[in-house]
């Protein structure tokens, strides 16, 4: 079945630096991706999305490009900031009204 | 409200005793999903729900759940008997085509 692995954390970081969580998934057609933020006390929201290969999905200085060739879906932010700090998932459905398939999480924390 | 509403936030519930978990999805989404976050993992799938048909109940992992939606709106989880293994955050989500799925903050339970 469907499957998306995501790097283990948790991540520590500096303001400031640059961020990169990796994601790659195993797929029997042609998902839309999705980046997922849970930030301490609330409830799952959508970061960023691509819909198809070479997609670049972009939100709050974050981005990540669908890439078919390598089956992955990186998660990257030039400078990130304490605010930042949270959970990232990384998911996959087809067409996006489908159930989403998720990653184990990577827990970010950045210190001032 | 504009967002998906689960209540109770909060459950401690006895071994062995019923349990019912409400969620009120955004006003005309026609998909309703059912997650089960145990701690330091990312969501996995419970149940499905297009209107009040429920289209996959693949993820259910006992006849001892069992969900509902019987106008196409809230929908209500139950686990009869609860089990310590049935701790965990229960996570409802809404979607319409095109948008994306929309978390509720979840229902923590916990069974003592």
């Known amino acids: 079945g469907d499957s998306v692995t995501q790097m283990e954390g948790p991540v520590t970081l500096s303001e400031e630096a640059f961020l990169t969580i990796n994601c790659t998934y195993t797929?029997?057609?042609?998902?839309?991706l999705f980046w997922y933020v849970q930030y301490p006390g609330e409830g799952l929201q959508l970061l960023l999305k691509?819909?198809?290969?070479?997609d670049k999905g972009s939100n709050k200085g974050f981005e990540a490009t669908y890439r078919k060739e390598t089956t992955s879906f990186h998660l990257e932010k030039g400078s990130v900031q304490v605010s930042d700090s949270a959970v990232y998932f990384c998911?996959?459905?087809?067409?996006?009204?489908?159930?989403?398939?998720f990653g184990k999480g990577t827990r970010l924390s950045v210190i001032a | 409200g504009a967002g998906v509403s689960q209540s109770p936030r909060y459950k401690v519930a006895k071994r062995g005793q019923d349990v019912a978990l409400r969620c009120d999805p955004i006003?005309?989404?026609?998909?309703l999903f059912w997650y089960q976050q145990a701690l330091g993992q990312g969501p996995e799938f419970l149940t499905y729900?297009?209107?009040?048909?429920?289209?996959?109940k693949s993820g259910l992992p006992s006849d001892r759940f069992f969900a509902e939606r019987p106008e196409g709106s809230v929908s209500t989880l139950k686990i009869q008997r609860t089990q310590q293994e049935d701790s965990a955050v229960y996570l409802c989500?809404?979607?319409?085509?095109?948008?994306?799925?929309?978390f509720g903050q979840g229902t923590r339970l916990t069974v003592v």
């Open positions: 989500a809404s979607s319409t085509i095109g948008a994306g799925a929309f």
């Open positions: 797929a029997t057609g042609y998902p839309s």
């Open positions: 691509a819909t198809k290969a070479d």
């Open positions: 998911a996959l459905s087809y067409s996006g009204n489908t159930p989403l398939v």
């Open positions: 006003s005309g989404h026609v998909s």
């Open positions: 729900f297009q209107n009040e048909a429920q289209l996959d």
